[in-house]
């Protein structure tokens, strides 16, 4: 699966000043600097984070402190299977996140 992860949270560290209430945005290079929850696929077998010419990486700060962080992951997960019924079975896979 391929997928935007999307984390939003408020570290008052970040706030700064702006008379016009406008966000900042950055590229993945400010992500090594700061704080970023610590978030994983439970059942990953093989994830990456896109690279193509730069990291698909975002860093949204807005003047309140308030991060949007967006990162574009490929994860291949584990998925236990029952066919004792097939043809006829259907199977439901779930993709866990902790933190």
Known sequence: ???YLRHYWKD???AF????NKSMTFDGR???KIW???????HSKRSFIHD????NIMLRVFPDG?????LRVTVTAACN?????????SQTCTLELES
Request: no cysteine; hydrophobic share 45%; glycine share 0%.
């Open 17 to 20: 000043p702006s008379a016009t």
């Open 36 to 42: 970023v929850p610590d978030v994983f696929f439970v």
């Open 1 to 3: 699966m391929t997928l």
């Open 81 to 89: 299977m029952d066919f004792s019924r097939f043809p006829l079975d």
């Open 30 to 32: 400010l992500v090594k």
């Open 66 to 70: 308030h991060v949007l962080y967006s």
């Open 52 to 55: 193509t010419t730069t990291d």
């Open 12 to 14: 008052e560290r970040l």
